[in-house]
């Protein structure tokens, strides 16, 4: 075992330090995190409205809520990638250290996503049936969940060249006695100029392929590939398998799995809500939510049920103490009581229960939505801190609620024979005392 834990450290640890300091996968990371707010009234709206109950639909519908209701997601859960765009662009500067820039850079951000949707849409008449075209529509298809990845490759780009001018001083210097505000705005003349021009000549350049449009090209050479990427378990199970060992050495986990996790699966649970949204069925099994519903059940690890075997069945004081502390956090997500309290941080006796538990449970959940005994995830963002139970009713009903209590029945066994043998030896060290 020590010779593979070395072996482990020598290999992982100096790619999990680099991923955590890439300030890309960063921005992706923290634009999805200010996002979050849009995100959560899109889906909490979406889901009042649409709340499957026969005589709870009957009111919203005759009371006109329902109509109500379906205002707010127009604006956030199918535009999310103009907000995607200016938030992943602010965060991308400030990560590049111009954080005195950084609203003017996402700004920027903003106007090359929307500059890449050429104007005009056409569609069938409601009376007469005859093609009508509006030169000066702006197309919305590509505000929502299809223009994502625009949005964060956009994000990513736009600062890094703002980010040479600065870097160059390529910028126009205004007297000391202008206000900073006004000096700001200036110096950004330049790099936004020659930013603008660029992406003009890309949008002209799309324009003479078979793709037409940079949204089209990216959806088309990116989403089928990661769609196929998003939909194997394999690729779920082996996110896992990087968080839990990259917890047993001690660094955060799910700060290095998470980026990869909102590129993957963001646009998957926003399909999936706009399917809920329209009463059709669901397209994906596999949502950003599964993580923290059936993987990461009570933290990185699947570590609920071991909070429920320390409060319950701990013989030693040190155990029992820590089951009383670690339970009220882990019913809500949270972990590091448990994972630097035991600790869980090079702990050879638990690195197989931590590894092992959040892939068997989520493969029980897998297979349970895969077979129909519990419906897909909605689409639902559930922030961290939300109770179990009240997650998996948001997420899936009252199935997704009854699947979590036998998750944590399986952490339970999984956990069990592995912590008896540290509870034995705390016990000993005790009564040595």
Request: charged letters at 10%; proline letters at 6%; one cysteine or more.
């Amino acid at each position: 075992m020590d010779k593979f834990t070395a072996l482990l450290e020598k290999v992982l640890v100096p790619l999990a330090d680099k991923l955590s300091q890439n300030k890309y996968l960063g921005a992706i990371s923290t634009g999805f995190s200010y996002l979050l707010p849009i995100t959560m009234i899109g889906a909490i709206f979406t889901l009042l409205a649409n709340l499957q109950i026969a005589p709870y639909q009957a009111f919203v519908t005759a009371t006109g809520l329902k109509t109500i209701l379906a205002f707010a997601p127009t604006v956030t859960t199918d535009m999310l990638a103009v907000y995607a765009a200016y938030l992943i662009g602010k965060a991308c500067a400030e990560k590049l250290g111009l954080e005195k820039d950084s609203t003017i850079i996402g700004a920027i951000t903003l106007f090359v996503f929307l500059l890449m949707i050429p104007l005009g849409v056409s569609g069938k008449g409601a009376d007469s049936g005859e093609i009508v075209s509006i030169a000066a529509a702006l197309p919305t298809g590509y505000l929502g969940a299809a223009g994502l990845f625009s949005a964060m490759i956009l994000g990513m780009i736009v600062p890094t060249i703002y980010n040479f001018f600065i870097k160059h001083n390529i910028i126009l210097k205004m007297p000391e006695q202008v206000p900073p505000t006004i000096s700001k705005s200036f110096s950004a003349l330049i790099p936004a100029f020659v930013i603008a021009f660029i992406f003009c000549l890309v949008r002209f350049g799309f324009a003479h392929t078979s793709f037409g449009t940079m949204n089209d090209f990216i959806y088309t050479m990116l989403k089928t590939p990661l769609s196929h990427l998003s939909a194997s378990p394999l690729t779920f199970i082996i996110f896992i398998i990087m968080c839990s060992l990259m917890w047993f050495f001690g660094l955060h986990g799910g700060m290095i799995v998470m980026p990869f996790l909102s590129m993957l699966y963001t646009t998957a649970g926003l399909e999936n809500l706009e399917a809920y949204a329209a009463g059709t069925a669901l397209p994906n099994i596999i949502t950003k939510s599964c993580w923290s519903m059936y993987a990461s059940l009570g933290g990185a690890g699947g570590t609920l049920g071991l909070c429920f075997i320390m409060f319950f069945f701990a013989k030693s004081a040190r155990y029992k103490t820590l089951g009383k502390l670690a339970l009220p956090s882990g019913l809500c997500g949270i972990n590091e009581p448990i994972t630097f309290g035991l600790p869980m941080v090079l702990n050879t006796i638990m690195i197989i229960p931590l590894i092992l538990t959040p892939i068997i449970t989520f493969l029980i959940a897998y297979f349970s939505m895969n077979i129909g005994l519990v419906p897909f995830t909605n689409g639902a963002e559930i922030p961290l801190g939300t109770p179990v139970i009240l997650s998996g009713i948001v997420a899936c009903g009252w199935q997704g609620a009854v699947l979590q209590v036998v998750l944590i029945l399986v952490q339970i066994c999984m956990y069990l024979p592995f912590f008896k043998i540290l509870d034995k030896r705390a016990v000993a060290e005790e009564q040595g005392e």
